[in-house]
């Protein structure tokens, strides 16, 4: 569903953030680390660390549902995607490298709004035992750019 | 609940962007970034509301609420859950968020798209720290609440009010470390601000007005609440701007405008904290700086602080300095006047006067000025009390809450930085002197 500009832009340096909910309507919601495409673009899958990420990992496996949203720090272009057949799976060490490249990606633009290189590493640091990888395929996805085209539907992929 | 949120301010400042979730009467959870998280007490906090978006569906459609917040200084993380209780679209806590919005908005290159539509108050119901590595916290560069110890300490040696204002003042500098202030005063009567000291900028601007209301000094003593901006924003900028729109608005000939007030033109963080006593606004402290955030929200609590004390001193210097019912001390004689003549013009409409065609003050010190060298030209008189001031016609004060005192200091100062040849000083508890070192020659226009 997502166009080949989204699919870039998402796995860019970006914040990325997970949300689920429990019974109740209780929402939780835990920092990405970086985000895979999947079979071919159809699913996506987001990085992070179980330490930070219990709670939300725990509804998202009772319920499928999940709302992520990537936002680019200096431009507050936003995107956001939701799934209701969202799965746990193992990190593949082999993919450290997106988490690497996210990061590496991540650090000037949050730089360039004044915070220093070494909180924005500490925030984003990991160790890979801890990571695990949340999979859904997207069935929504909405521009939250703020400004007039907010809450607008994304293209879908040609 | 095990952290207070006075603790973990600095993740409010509007580095990083809260994270807020929420959760549709569907089950579908949604995702939104916060540009402001206002602290409002220890359960309390606003966010800013600026579109009608998902999240607002969804909380006003009963979702609970959570939030991540970060701070840029350690990293550190916190989620909140909240509980939305009630939308604010005007006020001090509005106008605190909106004035702080456009310094953000600007910082984050979204002016104009960033804008305050309501300030949503919700009660706090848990913060719980999230796991992850952390860095120490940063030295702070002043002790604030030392600071504020060592200033209270500096003013209750003062026994008058030219005293306190002038150690205020130092003590903002000296003990706040505070390079770009202003102290103003507010004139009740006529609905405005007037600059009785300043430090760190090229010409003082004593003198200098800003209406109640208008820019960030004007806002914060109407709306008498602290208003701090991190970032730099044009829609804050006091000095031009502010004067005109005064000018559109037709507002300019009340107002003093021949002296320009002063400040910094690419100030990135500014404060203005109101004065106030016995629920009566007495003056606005304005601090700024070219650094961005250099003012945080300890630094508002000390200065906030700072000027209640110095509120309640004001208001118990300004009642002690009335006159006592003593013997008027014996007239001294005048120094011999020597240099050429100086020509004071007087105009009565609005009081201006002018030293030798150079415009002094006008309103009510051009009143007290022109009356006391009257007084002194044609009966040689160099000694005045407030209370003869007070009930002197030619003056006109504006009733009880006249700020008098204010208002000599005001004149004593203008006329020190003119250096002409005329000064006032104090002479005793509720007295003063002229002292004239030219012959002069008053002209009533």
Known sequence: ?158 | MNVRLDTLRECLEGIIPGHIVTCDPAGMPNVAFLSQVEFVDNEHVALSYQFFNTTRRNVLAGSPVRLLLTSHLTAAQFRLSLNYLRTETSGPLFERMKAKLSGIAAHSGMTGIFKLLGADIYRVLDIVPVAGRTLAPPTPPINCVNALRRATDRLASCANLECLLEKAVDCLVKEFSIGHLMLLMHDEARGCLYTLASRGYPQSGIGSEIPVGSGLIGICARERSPIRIGFMTSEYAYGRTVRDSLAAEGKLDALETAIPLPGLPNAASQMAVPIAAAGRLLGVIYVESVAFLHFGYDEEDALVAFAAHLGLAMLHHQQADDPLEDPAPAESTPLPATGPTLTIRHFAANDSVFLDDDYLIKGVAGAILWALLNDFVKRGRTSFTNKGLRLDSRIRLPGVSDNLEARLVLLQRRLAERNAGIGIEKAGRGRLSLAVTRPLELVES
Do not use: W
């Open chain 1, 1 to 158: 569903m997502l166009d080949q500009d989204n699919a870039c832009f998402i796995q860019s340096g970006v914040s990325i953030t997970l949300a689920g909910h429990a019974t109740g309507r209780m929402p939780s919601m835990s920092r990405g680390f970086a985000c895979k495409l999947l079979d071919g673009g159809q699913r996506i899958g987001i990085a992070l660390p179980r330490s930070q990420a219990a709670e939300v990992l725990e509804n998202v496996r009772l319920s499928g549902r999940v709302a992520v949203a990537f936002s680019r720090p200096t431009t507050n272009r936003t995107v956001q995607l939701k799934g209701v057949d969202a799965c746990i799976v193992d990190f593949d060490p082999a993919d450290e490298d997106l988490i690497r490249h996210h990061v590496d990606e991540f650090v000037p633009e949050v730089v360039a709004l004044g915070t220093p290189e070494e909180m924005v590493r500490a925030l984003l640091s990991y160790t890979l035992d801890d990571i695990v990888m949340v999979v859904f395929t997207p069935s929504s996805g909405f521009d939250q750019t703020p400004g007039p085209k907010a809450g607008e539907q994304l293209p879908a992929a040609r």
